[in-house]
């Protein structure tokens, strides 16, 4: 009886260990290479295409935005908060990447990030931009 406890005991210890080298490393994860991001900043018309719309962050960078569950039209030049799923999560991490890298040796002068985006969820900050 005692070895099975020794047992399970052991087994449970092994679970929290993974358990928590997994939770630790989801954390690792740069912002830039998530697939889901959430972004504030203020949302404007692009184009002429109805369902086009582009999403200029604080700190400068651009996002083109559609979604297929939302209206962002009744949206226009204000200041939202939109949660959604990045295009090519992978490709816009990478891009990135090479941007700080550029930027970390001179070589580009302008490294805002810029990406495209489905939104899925968007929350109002303010009816007008900037605040």
């Known amino acids: 009886m005692k070895v099975r406890m020794k047992v399970k005991m052991a087994m449970a210890f092994v679970a929290l260990f993974l358990f928590a080298g997994t939770a630790a490393a989801q954390d690792t994860t740069k912002t830039t290479h998530k697939k889901t991001r959430t972004l504030t900043g203020c949302l404007q018309k692009k184009g002429d ?51 700080a890298e550029a930027k970390e040796h001179g070589v580009d002068k302008d490294s805002t990030e810029h990406g495209h985006m489905t939104v899925t969820y968007l929350k109002m900050v303010s009816e007008s931009c900037p605040d």
């Open 49 to 99: 295409d109805a369902n086009e719309y582009k999403l200029t962050t604080a700190k400068g960078g651009t996002w083109e935005l559609k979604s297929d569950s939302l209206n962002l039209g009744d949206h226009v030049g204000h200041r939202v908060t939109i949660t959604g799923v990045v295009s090519n999560a992978k490709m816009h991490g990478a891009k990135e990447d090479a941007k």
